[in-house]
């Protein structure tokens, strides 16, 4: 049988409304959500885009695993 794990990950928009489509916030967003789950390792990030009515509405989804102390490594 193979090895096999599973991967966490979240997503993140800013808020519907005014200012939904600024992706430089989006991105301070998800560095922000990123630093406050600790020590992670990062995967991939997928940004996505929603048309509203609004206007465009991107979002990002972080997949990542918590990283795991390694004994002996320099």
Known sequence: MADSWSIRH????NPQGPGQADVPALLR???DAVEKLGPVE????ILHNEITADGP???LTV???PTQPQDNVP
């Open 10 to 13: 979240f997503s993140q928009a």
């Open 29 to 31: 967003r998800v560095a």
């Open 42 to 45: 990062v995967q991939d990030i």
């Open 57 to 59: 509405w991107p979002s």
């Open 63 to 65: 997949y990542f695993h």
